[in-house]
Structures are given as C-alpha cells and as structure tokens.
C-alpha cells in the first residue's frame, strides 16, 4: 500500500476495514493480556491503537508510534475524546 497521509486518515477508519482486514484475528494472534506494554508501529489514527488499550488495561500501555505528527495528535485527540488513559504516542 502506498504511504498514508494524515489527509486521508478518516479512510483509515472506514467501516469496511472490519470486513476487509478482520481485525479481530490480529488481535486474537497477539495474545495481548492484561498489564503488557505493546507498541502499534505506524500506527496513523490508532485503528490497532484503541482495539489494544482495553486488553492491555488500565495497567499496561500502548505506544503509538508513527512518524506524521499531525497522526499522532489525531490519536492523542480521541484518546481524549474517548477517556483512555493508556496510550502515549511517539513520534518515530
């Protein structure tokens, strides 16, 4: 796939990526538990990033990393939107 662009980050969120790219079998395969540190590399608006923080819970933590400012403050934007306390971004 080509680079995405922050433009374009709402495509990123589209409700056909759940069909397309089953999510839930990533998820699944990580084996993601409670209180682990996890890292979402390239992770432009936290598709991955806020499927993670649940599991990791309020003891563990996703790094959201990505090398598009303006993606990160997307991300920094609905963790705050959405009260998770979990994520820290990085920009790298």
Request: proline share 7%.
């Amino acid at each position: 796939a080509p680079v995405m662009g922050y433009q374009a980050a709402g495509w990123l969120e589209r409700p056909e990526r759940v069909k397309e790219e089953e999510p839930a079998k990533l998820v699944k395969a990580l084996d993601v538990k409670p209180g682990m540190v996890v890292a979402d590399v390239g992770a432009g608006s936290g598709y991955h990033t806020f499927r993670l923080a649940p599991l990791v819970g309020e003891a563990g933590k996703v790094i959201a990393s990505d090398i598009q400012p303006e993606m990160l403050k997307i991300i920094e934007a609905r963790a705050k939107q959405k009260k998770v306390k979990n994520v820290e971004t990085v920009n790298g």
